[in-house]
């Protein structure tokens, strides 16, 4: 008979052996579910409390950067827009990088505005007290809720370095102008400076709602999309011609075609200190609309409103002078030449100095060849030592070689401005390499922001170009400028990457 032996003494301390593994491996097990759980519960946990801090406003534009009115180190303003449904009563707090508490700001103002295809509150508060030159944080409460929050870095006083990016004609909602707010974006500035013909066609409320702020002011960072800029970095800008004017039919100004035009006064929140220009007066921006359009406009605009077409500005140690140069305006004119020359003898107190306008005062090609009425402010620019006149309007780069002035003849105006001949010295012996200090101002159109390169193919033979150009280049492109002390370093640079002109400057 088969009868089961009783086990061996070894059989059973292994028999326990297992048992006691298949128990640990179980416990194991267990505990490793246990700690799976957990940390599974901890992640939503943490993930609900994001969200709980964060809860994301419905912005029309999301909260940006401006100068304001009366710019300082220690202030930036913010501006957001909201629909006209939206909620008011939203507070506004900051605090310097890393530490805990917030300060309160001063109220917010909220306007309603109606100059636009549909009406939206316009909100902006004043951030004072600033780290100068230093990372701080601010945001937005609505009651206990942060429905946005962002870092900035509060102007630079007194700096010898500071890097910025100078480009125009961007606001077209192309490929282009996305991969190159992507770029500067990805190199870093500390601000911008824009040449005008901002958004196209018609410096339209709607049209910025459309192609400005969601490229330069997109709440994430790709060259597909744009990038988070306007809420972390200051933009300054020159008008140009879609901004304001746009012909002798007034495009932007004639609310009569466009209701919504002249965005730029209502957007941009830049210093109050150029010519004290009253509407209607010479030199300020014309308007054609009926009595009540204009009035609601003038409401809304308030004291930009024609004034901050022109002002000045300085970073660190570089000086601003942002001219309007739309052709309604005459800089031979004893207001305009006098304020621009005061200007610039004030700027003496700056090692860099820089004039920033739209319609160029020297450039090659056959667009816009007829507009040089710019020429008018050159003999200023050589006496009081500006470095580099930046330029847009023409939708290329162009660099020209250090370059003097005279005129001899101003042909009679049209619409879209006129011609002034004269006679030019130029500094061949300049390259930015060897030799690296001009004796006469720089000028540089930066027009390839987004709106389509206007590519004239005879000026890729130097030959063919204006004697004065010394580089053209016909491809979607930034200018970016690093100064150190008295070393400034200036690059093209194009979406993809490229650089597509480099000089030094030094003094
Ligand atoms: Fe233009």
Redesign the pocket.
């Known amino acids: 008979m088969r009868g089961s032996a009783p086990p061996h003494q070894g059989e059973v301390r292994n028999k326990l052996v297992t048992k006691n593994f298949r128990f640990l491996r179980y416990r194991a097990a267990l505990a490793s579910g246990l700690v799976t759980l957990t940390l599974f519960a901890c992640l939503i946990l943490c993930f609900r409390s994001a969200l709980a801090e964060i809860t994301p406003a419905s912005f029309l534009v999301s909260p940006y950067l401006q100068a304001g009115s009366e710019p300082g180190a220690d202030r930036v303003k913010v501006i957001w827009a909201t629909p006209a449904d939206g909620r008011e009563g939203y507070r506004m707090q900051w605090r310097p990088a890393g530490k805990a508490d917030w300060s309160d700001c001063s109220k917010v103002n909220c306007m309603p505005v109606r100059h636009s295809p549909e009406v939206f509150l316009l909100s902006s508060v004043t951030l004072e007290n600033l780290p100068a030159g230093k990372t701080f944080e601010y945001r937005i409460q609505d009651g206990n809720r942060t429905i946005f929050q962002s870092s900035a870095v509060a102007p630079l006083v007194n700096s010898d370095n500071c890097k910025f990016a100078v480009f125009g004609?961007c606001g077209w909602g192309s490929p282009a102008q996305k991969q190159l707010a992507y770029k500067m974006y990805k190199d870093g500035i500390d601000f911008a400076v824009l040449t005008?013909?901002l958004v196209y066609q018609h410096g339209r409320t709607g049209e910025y709602l459309e192609k400005f702020f969601p490229i330069y002011n997109c709440d994430s960072a790709s060259p597909e999309t744009g990038a988070p800029l306007l809420r972390s970095t200051m933009f300054y800008a020159a008008p140009?011609?879609?901004d304001l004017y746009n012909g002798s039919f007034g495009v932007s100004g004639n609310f009569k075609l466009f209701a919504d035009g002249l965005a730029y006064y209502l957007f941009w929140d830049q210093p109050l200190n150029g010519p004290a220009l009253l509407f209607g007066e010479p030199n300020a921006t014309p308007i054609a609309a009926h009595e009540i359009a204009l009035a609601e406009f003038r409401s809304e605009a308030g004291t930009h409103f024609p004034r901050m077409a022109n002002f000045s500005f300085d970073y660190g140690n570089t000086h601003w002078t942002v001219l309007d140069a739309n052709p309604y305006v005459d800089w031979s004119s004893q207001k305009m030449a006098t304020w621009l020359e005061e200007d610039l003898k004030k700027a003496a107190k700056c090692k860099w100095r820089f004039v920033a306008m739209?319609?160029p005062a020297f450039h090659s090609g056959n667009s816009?060849a007829h507009e040089q009425q710019m020429r008018a402010v050159a003999p200023l620019m050589e006496k009081y030592g500006v470095d580099i006149v930046f330029a847009?309007?023409v939708h290329n780069y162009q660099r020209s070689y250090p370059l003097k002035f005279k005129a001899n003849q101003w042909q009679a105006p049209n619409f879209l401005g006129h011609k002034i001949v004269g006679e030019f010295t130029l500094d061949k012996t300049f390259d930015g390499k060897t030799n690296t200090k001009p004796n006469a101002p720089i000028y540089i159109v930066t027009?390839c922001g987004g709106a389509p390169a206007t590519a004239e193919r005879e000026l890729d033979i130097p030959e063919k170009r204006e004697s004065f150009t010394a580089t053209y280049a016909a491809v979607y492109s930034y200018t970016r400028c690093e100064i150190n002390k008295g070393v400034l370093l200036l690059r093209q640079l194009a979406a993809d990457g490229r650089e597509l002109d480099r000089i030094q400057i030094t003094k």
């Open positions: 004609d005008g013909d140009g011609n879609h739209h319609q816009h847009g309007h027009g």
